[in-house]
């Protein structure tokens, strides 16, 4: 596939329309499949037997060797009409969009992975209806597609800023759970494992910028990895938000327990090919990569989320792409890979992700 070709498939979206969506939710993945509050009773909606059904779509075969797995940060954005999805307005009311277009997005031969980022809002073990709807959306697939959840942020934040205090409702900001093994065993690991079974791609401990003393760091993420290994072998991958954290002691953490570092491209990290390097120096046989391309050096959140609703590129992050390329090149095609590409990165993520791979897999 050429650039170009990358670029007609997943580019050519409308500018940008309401579909009866709030900018929020075109702006962040929707943190549940339907309204938990109950709803009052309504006559059938006879019309619903006709709408859009993205099941019925064919599953085109993916692109590249199974085990380069690519993937967006979420799916659901009705900005991504014209590409990834076909006609946002056929699926009729936009919770049912929210329902259902993960089938639509897995039958895309782009991805073969996704990133379940609204994982972090929620206790997985509260949300395992929506996690049962997913699972029924993707196993009819003649091809896995991995979820790759964040890990609750109950878990990876240490101390809440004001506005999170404010807007998750929390009183104290010093959280008492961080890194906390018991909950994670109970309240994340369990019931993704329940649901998802062999869909569970690697879990992202984002572990959100703190200033926790280095060795005290370590310590804390040994004991968190030592305590969990003795019930959950799964995939896990650890994310750094603290540059100084990132060193070869907790490396050698991460590589005794069986557990990857995530290459992000952050604001306030070292690039991904910088990180790679230092991986490579401290161990080389890792269990697997996760890539996940977030934002540009120096670029801010807020700057980025100007892009909403996400339809269209804005700026090309050309040392991001050059670095997520040679760290997949350099790997031996049988080592699984997986990248997770944000809309943030260049306001885009599908079109990101076809560039990419246009020019990985070209022939």
Not at 147 to 170: G, M, N
Request: aromatic residues 10%; glycine residues 4%; neutral net charge.
């Amino acid at each position: 596939m050429c650039l170009s070709e990358a670029r007609r498939l997943v580019n050519a979206c409308p500018p940008p329309r309401a579909y009866g969506m709030s900018l929020g939710m075109a702006q962040q993945f929707s943190l549940f499949a339907e309204d938990p509050r109950p709803s009052p009773a309504r006559a059938p909606d006879r019309a619903a037997a006709h709408l859009f059904d993205p099941c019925s779509l064919p599953s085109p075969a993916k692109l590249g060797p199974k085990t380069r797995c690519f993937g967006t940060s979420s799916w659901v954005y009705p900005g991504w009409d014209g590409g990834v999805y076909r006609d946002v307005k056929a699926y009729g009311a936009s919770s049912r969009f929210t329902e259902l277009c993960l089938a639509e997005y897995a039958r895309s031969p782009h991805f073969r992975c996704a990133g379940a980022d609204n994982m972090y809002y929620v206790r997985p073990s509260s949300r395992r209806k929506l996690l049962q709807k997913y699972a029924s959306l993707l196993r009819p697939l003649p091809e896995k597609i991995a979820l790759c959840p964040k890990v609750f942020h109950e878990l990876t934040v240490s101390r809440y800023t004001l506005a999170q205090q404010e807007e998750w409702r929390i009183v104290d900001p010093i959280n008492p759970h961080f890194l906390d093994p018991t909950l994670f065993l109970e309240e994340v690991a369990r019931p993704l494992l329940d649901e998802l079974g062999d869909l569970l791609g690697p879990l992202i401990l984002e572990l959100q910028e703190n200033d926790i003393h280095e060795a005290e760091f370590c310590r804390l993420l040994d004991h968190f990895l030592s305590s969990i290994r003795k019930s959950f072998s799964g995939p896990i991958s650890v994310e750094l938000r603290t540059d100084f954290h990132f060193t070869p002691r907790y490396l050698s953490i991460l590589h005794s327990h069986g557990a990857a570092h995530v290459l992000n491209a952050w604001t306030r990290m070292p690039s991904i090919g910088d990180q790679f390097a230092r991986m490579q120096a401290v161990h080389k046989d890792w269990p697997v990569y996760v890539i996940r391309a977030l934002l540009r050096i120096g670029m801010r959140y807020a700057e980025a989320s100007k892009w909403a609703p996400y339809d269209r590129m804005y700026q090309r992050a050309d040392a991001v792409r050059a670095d997520i390329l040679q760290v997949l090149r350099s790997l031996p095609i049988d080592h699984p890979a997986y990248v997770l590409v944000n809309n943030h990165l260049e306001g885009h993520a599908p079109t990101t992700v076809a560039e990419i791979q246009a020019e990985l897999f070209q022939t």
